[in-house]
T-cell receptor, first 115, second 115 residues
Protein backbone atom coordinates (compact mmCIF):
# COMPACT_ATOMS: atom_id res chain seq x y z
CA UNK A 1 0.00 0.00 0.00
CA UNK A 2 1.15 3.54 -0.60
CA UNK A 3 0.26 6.65 1.36
CA UNK A 4 1.07 10.34 1.56
CA UNK A 5 0.95 12.62 4.57
CA UNK A 6 0.82 16.39 4.47
CA UNK A 7 1.07 17.19 8.17
CA UNK A 8 -0.01 20.83 7.91
CA UNK A 9 -3.50 21.81 6.86
CA UNK A 10 -2.37 25.40 6.45
CA UNK A 11 0.93 27.22 6.10
CA UNK A 12 1.18 30.97 6.58
CA UNK A 13 4.15 32.96 5.31
CA UNK A 14 4.92 36.60 4.66
CA UNK A 15 5.58 37.74 1.11
CA UNK A 16 9.28 37.65 0.33
CA UNK A 17 10.03 34.99 2.95
CA UNK A 18 10.99 31.42 2.07
CA UNK A 19 8.24 28.82 2.20
CA UNK A 20 8.15 25.09 2.83
CA UNK A 21 5.18 22.77 2.40
CA UNK A 22 5.86 19.36 3.89
CA UNK A 23 5.14 15.93 2.46
CA UNK A 24 6.11 12.46 3.64
CA UNK A 25 5.28 9.25 1.85
CA UNK A 26 5.18 5.50 2.28
CA UNK A 27 5.59 3.00 -0.57
CA UNK A 28 6.94 -0.52 -0.81
CA UNK A 29 9.43 0.27 -3.56
CA UNK A 30 10.89 3.18 -5.46
CA UNK A 31 8.59 6.18 -5.76
CA UNK A 32 7.66 8.73 -8.33
CA UNK A 33 6.69 11.88 -6.40
CA UNK A 34 4.63 14.82 -7.58
CA UNK A 35 3.44 18.22 -6.47
CA UNK A 36 0.28 19.80 -7.81
CA UNK A 37 -1.21 23.24 -7.17
CA UNK A 38 -4.89 24.17 -7.14
CA UNK A 39 -5.95 27.80 -7.39
CA UNK A 40 -9.48 28.73 -6.21
CA UNK A 41 -12.23 27.25 -8.35
CA UNK A 42 -9.72 25.62 -10.71
CA UNK A 43 -8.48 22.14 -11.41
CA UNK A 44 -5.13 20.84 -10.18
CA UNK A 45 -2.03 21.78 -12.16
CA UNK A 46 1.19 19.79 -12.24
CA UNK A 47 4.11 21.64 -10.60
CA UNK A 48 7.04 19.25 -10.52
CA UNK A 49 8.04 15.63 -10.12
CA UNK A 50 10.87 13.46 -8.85
CA UNK A 51 11.71 10.45 -10.97
CA UNK A 52 15.33 9.60 -10.27
CA UNK A 53 18.71 11.26 -10.02
CA UNK A 54 19.24 14.69 -8.50
CA UNK A 55 17.42 15.00 -5.19
CA UNK A 56 16.60 18.66 -5.81
CA UNK A 57 13.91 19.05 -8.42
CA UNK A 58 13.01 22.38 -9.99
CA UNK A 59 9.54 23.10 -11.29
CA UNK A 60 7.16 25.80 -12.43
CA UNK A 61 6.79 29.28 -10.90
CA UNK A 62 10.13 29.10 -9.06
CA UNK A 63 9.17 26.13 -6.91
CA UNK A 64 11.53 23.30 -6.08
CA UNK A 65 11.31 20.16 -4.01
CA UNK A 66 13.87 18.08 -2.20
CA UNK A 67 13.67 14.30 -2.22
CA UNK A 68 15.04 12.68 0.94
CA UNK A 69 14.97 8.91 0.73
CA UNK A 70 16.08 8.25 4.31
CA UNK A 71 13.34 10.49 5.71
CA UNK A 72 10.83 9.49 2.99
CA UNK A 73 10.07 13.14 2.43
CA UNK A 74 9.49 15.38 -0.55
CA UNK A 75 9.07 18.91 0.77
CA UNK A 76 8.07 21.74 -1.55
CA UNK A 77 10.08 24.95 -1.26
CA UNK A 78 10.39 28.41 -2.70
CA UNK A 79 13.07 30.95 -1.74
CA UNK A 80 10.78 33.99 -1.84
CA UNK A 81 7.00 33.67 -1.57
CA UNK A 82 4.55 35.74 -3.58
CA UNK A 83 0.96 36.60 -2.67
CA UNK A 84 -0.02 34.91 -5.93
CA UNK A 85 1.41 31.62 -4.60
CA UNK A 86 -1.55 31.40 -2.24
CA UNK A 87 -3.32 28.18 -3.21
CA UNK A 88 -3.93 24.57 -2.21
CA UNK A 89 -0.95 22.25 -2.72
CA UNK A 90 -1.14 18.49 -3.10
CA UNK A 91 1.63 15.94 -2.87
CA UNK A 92 1.22 12.59 -4.64
CA UNK A 93 3.16 9.33 -4.87
CA UNK A 94 3.10 6.29 -7.10
CA UNK A 95 5.32 3.28 -7.58
CA UNK A 96 7.89 3.29 -10.37
CA UNK A 97 7.30 -0.34 -11.24
CA UNK A 98 5.18 -3.23 -10.13
CA UNK A 99 1.87 -2.82 -8.41
CA UNK A 100 -0.49 0.02 -9.16
CA UNK A 101 0.70 3.08 -11.04
CA UNK A 102 -2.31 5.00 -9.84
CA UNK A 103 -1.12 7.95 -7.74
CA UNK A 104 -2.11 8.44 -4.13
CA UNK A 105 -2.71 12.03 -3.05
CA UNK A 106 -2.23 13.74 0.26
CA UNK A 107 -5.08 15.75 1.75
CA UNK A 108 -3.61 19.04 0.64
CA UNK A 109 -2.03 22.04 2.36
CA UNK A 110 -3.45 25.52 2.06
CA UNK A 111 -0.66 28.05 1.55
CA UNK A 112 -1.49 31.61 2.51
CA UNK A 113 1.04 34.30 1.65
CA UNK A 114 0.43 37.57 3.45
CA UNK A 115 1.38 40.90 1.84
CA UNK B 1 -4.91 22.39 -27.21
CA UNK B 2 -8.03 21.92 -25.06
CA UNK B 3 -6.54 19.31 -22.68
CA UNK B 4 -9.21 17.84 -20.39
CA UNK B 5 -12.71 19.26 -20.78
CA UNK B 6 -15.46 18.70 -18.24
CA UNK B 7 -19.14 19.57 -18.58
CA UNK B 8 -21.22 20.86 -16.95
CA UNK B 9 -19.29 23.19 -14.61
CA UNK B 10 -22.24 23.49 -12.23
CA UNK B 11 -25.29 21.29 -11.66
CA UNK B 12 -28.07 21.15 -9.08
CA UNK B 13 -30.00 17.92 -8.72
CA UNK B 14 -32.82 16.68 -6.57
CA UNK B 15 -32.40 13.50 -4.57
CA UNK B 16 -33.08 10.49 -6.77
CA UNK B 17 -32.37 12.17 -10.08
CA UNK B 18 -29.73 10.78 -12.42
CA UNK B 19 -27.20 12.63 -14.49
CA UNK B 20 -23.96 12.25 -16.40
CA UNK B 21 -20.80 14.29 -15.98
CA UNK B 22 -18.90 14.44 -19.23
CA UNK B 23 -15.13 14.28 -19.60
CA UNK B 24 -13.15 14.46 -22.83
CA UNK B 25 -9.41 14.69 -23.49
CA UNK B 26 -7.59 15.37 -26.73
CA UNK B 27 -4.10 14.20 -25.72
CA UNK B 28 -4.56 10.52 -26.66
CA UNK B 29 -4.08 9.52 -23.02
CA UNK B 30 -4.77 5.91 -22.19
CA UNK B 31 -5.44 6.53 -18.50
CA UNK B 32 -8.48 8.48 -17.34
CA UNK B 33 -9.95 8.84 -13.89
CA UNK B 34 -12.59 10.56 -11.82
CA UNK B 35 -12.01 12.09 -8.39
CA UNK B 36 -14.24 13.84 -5.94
CA UNK B 37 -12.93 16.61 -3.73
CA UNK B 38 -14.54 17.33 -0.38
CA UNK B 39 -13.34 19.72 2.36
CA UNK B 40 -10.82 18.03 4.62
CA UNK B 41 -10.89 14.83 2.57
CA UNK B 42 -8.50 15.68 -0.24
CA UNK B 43 -9.01 13.86 -3.52
CA UNK B 44 -10.70 10.49 -3.56
CA UNK B 45 -10.61 8.23 -6.60
CA UNK B 46 -14.03 7.10 -7.82
CA UNK B 47 -13.33 5.11 -10.99
CA UNK B 48 -10.53 4.84 -13.48
CA UNK B 49 -9.79 3.42 -16.91
CA UNK B 50 -6.53 2.29 -18.49
CA UNK B 51 -7.92 2.19 -22.01
CA UNK B 52 -11.05 1.92 -24.14
CA UNK B 53 -13.30 -0.86 -22.90
CA UNK B 54 -11.52 -1.17 -19.54
CA UNK B 55 -12.74 0.37 -16.30
CA UNK B 56 -12.13 -0.32 -12.63
CA UNK B 57 -13.25 0.89 -9.24
CA UNK B 58 -11.35 3.31 -7.09
CA UNK B 59 -11.72 4.17 -3.44
CA UNK B 60 -15.33 5.42 -3.45
CA UNK B 61 -17.21 3.84 -6.40
CA UNK B 62 -20.65 3.31 -4.84
CA UNK B 63 -23.42 5.25 -6.55
CA UNK B 64 -21.39 5.92 -9.68
CA UNK B 65 -20.99 4.17 -13.03
CA UNK B 66 -18.49 4.74 -15.80
CA UNK B 67 -17.85 3.49 -19.31
CA UNK B 68 -15.00 3.98 -21.77
CA UNK B 69 -16.15 3.38 -25.32
CA UNK B 70 -13.49 5.65 -26.86
CA UNK B 71 -10.02 6.79 -25.86
CA UNK B 72 -11.21 10.40 -25.67
CA UNK B 73 -14.32 10.16 -23.48
CA UNK B 74 -14.91 8.96 -19.93
CA UNK B 75 -18.38 9.91 -18.62
CA UNK B 76 -19.36 9.53 -14.98
CA UNK B 77 -22.97 8.59 -14.28
CA UNK B 78 -24.83 9.19 -11.04
CA UNK B 79 -27.59 6.63 -10.98
CA UNK B 80 -29.76 8.02 -8.18
CA UNK B 81 -28.31 11.18 -6.70
CA UNK B 82 -27.99 11.51 -2.92
CA UNK B 83 -27.04 14.56 -0.82
CA UNK B 84 -23.80 12.75 0.11
CA UNK B 85 -22.76 13.09 -3.52
CA UNK B 86 -22.65 16.86 -3.24
CA UNK B 87 -19.05 17.55 -4.16
CA UNK B 88 -16.64 18.90 -6.74
CA UNK B 89 -15.74 16.30 -9.33
CA UNK B 90 -12.51 16.24 -11.30
CA UNK B 91 -11.60 14.24 -14.33
CA UNK B 92 -7.90 13.57 -14.87
CA UNK B 93 -5.90 11.81 -17.56
CA UNK B 94 -2.33 10.73 -18.22
CA UNK B 95 -0.19 8.47 -20.29
CA UNK B 96 -0.60 5.05 -18.80
CA UNK B 97 1.64 2.13 -17.88
CA UNK B 98 4.22 1.70 -15.18
CA UNK B 99 6.96 2.75 -17.58
CA UNK B 100 5.65 6.27 -17.79
CA UNK B 101 5.98 8.87 -15.06
CA UNK B 102 2.32 9.67 -15.56
CA UNK B 103 1.70 13.14 -14.21
CA UNK B 104 -2.00 13.85 -14.33
CA UNK B 105 -3.77 16.49 -16.38
CA UNK B 106 -6.94 17.72 -14.67
CA UNK B 107 -10.13 19.26 -15.92
CA UNK B 108 -11.52 22.43 -14.35
CA UNK B 109 -14.04 20.56 -12.25
CA UNK B 110 -17.79 20.07 -12.03
CA UNK B 111 -19.54 21.37 -8.93
CA UNK B 112 -22.55 19.23 -8.09
CA UNK B 113 -25.18 20.02 -5.47
CA UNK B 114 -27.80 17.43 -4.56
CA UNK B 115 -30.82 18.78 -2.65
Amino acid sequence: AQSVAQPEDQVNVAEGNPLTVKCTYSVSGNPYLFWYVQYPNRGLQFLLKYITGDNLVKGSYGFEAEFNKSQTSFHLKKPSALVSDSALYFCAVRLTEGGSYIPTFGRGTSLIVHP
Amino acid sequence: NAGVTQTPKFQVLKTGQSMTLQCAQDMNHEYMSWYRQDPGMGLRLIHYSVGAGITDQGEVPNGYNVSRSTTEDFPLRLLSAAPSQTSVYFCASSYSSSSNTGELFFGEGSRLTVL
